[in-house]
């Protein structure tokens, strides 16, 4: 019974990046000698367990075998026979696919470390076309690492290719599609590069057909230099995290100009009413790969108000106090106004060449809520108002509100 660390946490180390979990493979136990050995026992699918002291997760090492469609369609063997080398081969990428014994030598059997040292990512074998998830987590690492110099192998990319074509990728459930996508969009300096790469095999037309439809629509070129939709999308996404935006943000910005995809082409590269052409392609995105409902109803209010965000201190105070209410200006918090003006910023600076321009409308409708705020019920209700009256009341008077607060700055 020999235990080793295998995968990321030797990877990061030989990188030089701070280890924060790692896992281990038994080689030579059955799951009875683990429990008598103190270890707990977790997994569903396969034997993993829990080490008594670190908490650790530790497997036995075992093989795959296909044997169906997608990411369950596997038999799996973890009997005391199953040998490091073929534990390790059964996994992604060469550079995840080496161990380090407890005297920490390290073992290298598929070429890890002269790919880290060429910053190549490249699948350890065949049975990579087994496993459609491979596609994402593939574009996932791409992302995370691509800072670093690594791109992927050609016969990588081959065999991507050629699983999306085989069918592989309509396999993919979505609850795992969205969770590679979420860990892409937090762990990567520019996410651009795993769309780019789901792209490039084709995957990114079968998993998410609303993003993949913008390649190729054109905007007009003075307000987006980029000219490409898809170019632009991408590049708003890596502005949210270049600003350190939430998750929120970042999915909002890679969502809120759907609607371009659906401009007639005689139109283009106008793209009037993308707006309300995006809506209903924002929820049917989220509803298929089950998007968290807050990011979906950021998404949505960004959509649809991100030109009138754009032109802000041009619309007049009925206009600009509506505006305020759909993004939410007056609930308590705030929360929900401050996202949608960071996914603005974003869309401002996702264009090329334009990436560090001003953009006022921030401010401005910043100051605007604080001007309709001085606005509140106790007010309204100690003159006397009850009832509906109250609302309208409210209303009527922060418009005026506005109306005397653009008119101080015009003097």
């Not at 049975?127 to 791409?142: C, K, N, T, W």
């Not at 037309?205 to 629509?217: D, F, H, I, Q, T």
């Not at 009138?308 to 509506?322: K, Y």
Request: neutral net charge; proline residues 5%.
């Amino acid at each position: 019974m020999k235990r080793y660390l295998v995968g990321g946490a030797v990877r990061d180390a030989l990188l030089g990046r701070a280890v924060t979990e790692r896992d281990w493979v038994v080689v030579g136990a059955t799951p009875d000698e683990m429990i008598a050995a103190g270890y707990k026992p977790v997994g569903r699918d396969f034997p993993v367990f829990l080490d008594p002291e670190t908490k650790d997760e530790t497997a036995l090492a075992r093989t795959e075998r296909k044997s169906g469609r997608g990411y369950h369609g596997f038999v799996m063997d973890a009997s005391p026979l199953v040998t490091l080398e073929e534990d390790l081969r059964r996994r992604d990428l060469t550079v995840n696919a080496m161990a380090q014994d407890e005297d920490g030598r390290i073992i290298d059997p598929y070429g890890g470390r002269r790919d880290l040292e060429s910053r190549t990512l490249r699948h350890v074998s065949e049975s990579f076309a087994e496993d459609p998830v491979r596609i994402l987590r593939l574009a996932r690492f791409h992302a995370r690492y691509a800072a670093r110099g690594f791109v992927v192998a050609d016969e990588t990319m081959t065999l991507m290719r050629s699983m999306v074509a085989a069918g592989e990728a309509d396999h993919l459930v979505a609850e795992r599609v969205w969770k590679e996508t979420e860990r892409a969009m937090l762990e990567s300096e520019k996410p651009s590069v795993f769309f780019e790469d789901l792209e490039a095999c084709g995957a990114l037309a079968r998993v998410m057909p609303e993003v993949a439809a913008l390649r190729g629509v054109p905007q007009r070129a003075d307000y987006h230099p980029e000219v490409d939709t898809l170019t632009h999308t991408l590049m708003c996404v890596d502005a949210a995290v270049r600003h350190d935006f939430g998750l929120a943000v970042r999915v909002s910005a890679l969502l809120h100009d759907l609607g371009k995809a659906a401009t007639p082409s005689p139109e283009w590269p106008s793209h009037r009413q993308h707006e309300e052409r995006g809506l209903p392609l924002v929820a049917q995105f989220c509803e298929r790969l089950r998007v968290p409902n807050q990011y979906r109803d950021l998404a949505l209010a960004v959509t649809r108000d991100h030109l009138n965000v754009h032109r802000a201190t041009e619309l007049r105070p009925n206009t600009l106090l509506g505006l305020l209410d759909r993004l939410g200006a007056f609930k308590k918090s705030g929360e929900f106004f401050e996202q949608a003006l960071q996914s603005c910023l974003c869309d401002a600076r996702g264009r090329l060449g334009l990436e560090q321009s001003d953009y006022p409308a921030v401010d401005y409708l910043r100051a605007a809520r604080a001007a309709a705020l001085k606005i509140q019920a106790a007010e309204v209700m100690r003159d006397g108002h009850t009832g509906p009256a109250v609302s309208e009341q409210i209303t009527l008077r922060r418009e005026q509100a506005l109306r005397q607060w653009k008119a101080g700055r015009l003097g």
